[in-house]
């Protein structure tokens, strides 16, 4: 018996199946990269974003006035909560300028009002010398240090100049 040659197909003949599947694999693939570059471009921080200073206003011996007129003053040595706007697109957050000793004239430490635990706003007891988180009961000593309750971090730091009585916030620390 003779049998017959088998032609060896090398290449799929055009079709209307074979032309919607590549259509759909291109479709779906440049639709793909586009999310993927999105999402990369959402990771990676823009170039000259970020803080910006504001002034946190003047500081006298008892008080500091901000720069639209409302007067803070020192309870047990700290004032607040300052309204700053990092980058001026009103993500507002709630900062307190603390001084660590009653003589010092000026301020010491600039210290945020988020509780490190869940984002509560934190808030200054002058009877107890301390912040207190309402949501699940975290203490910071006057440092922003935590004293108890589940807060897993101290209060976060700013950074900030003093020039003569004026104050800017610079930043949060890092």
Not at 10 to 18: A, C, E, F, M, V
Not at 21 to 49: M, N, Q
Not at 114 to 132: D, I, R, Y
């Amino acid at each position: 018996m003779a049998s017959t040659p088998q032609t060896v197909q090398t290449h799929t003949s055009p079709s209307r199946y074979n032309f919607m599947i590549l259509t759909a694999t291109t479709l779906i693939g440049i639709v793909s990269i586009g999310y993927i570059g999105a999402a990369i471009a959402y990771l990676i921080p823009r170039k000259g974003e970020g803080s910006r200073p504001q002034s946190l206003g003047t500081v006298t011996a008892d008080s500091i006035t901000g720069p639209d007129g409302t007067s803070y003053s020192f309870q047990n040595g700290v004032a607040g909560p300052f309204i700053y706007d990092a980058t001026g697109r009103g993500d507002a957050q709630g900062i307190y300028a603390v001084r660590k000793s009653a003589s010092s004239p000026g301020v010491d430490l600039i210290l945020g009002q988020t509780c490190t635990h869940l984002g509560c706003p934190v808030a200054w007891t002058a009877q107890s010398n301390s912040f207190n988180c309402p949501c699940h009961g975290s203490v910071y000593n006057k440092e922003g240090q935590n004293i108890s309750g589940p807060a897993p971090a101290p209060l976060y730091k700013y950074n900030f100049t003093s020039k003569g009585d004026q104050v800017t916030v610079q930043g949060r620390q890092s």
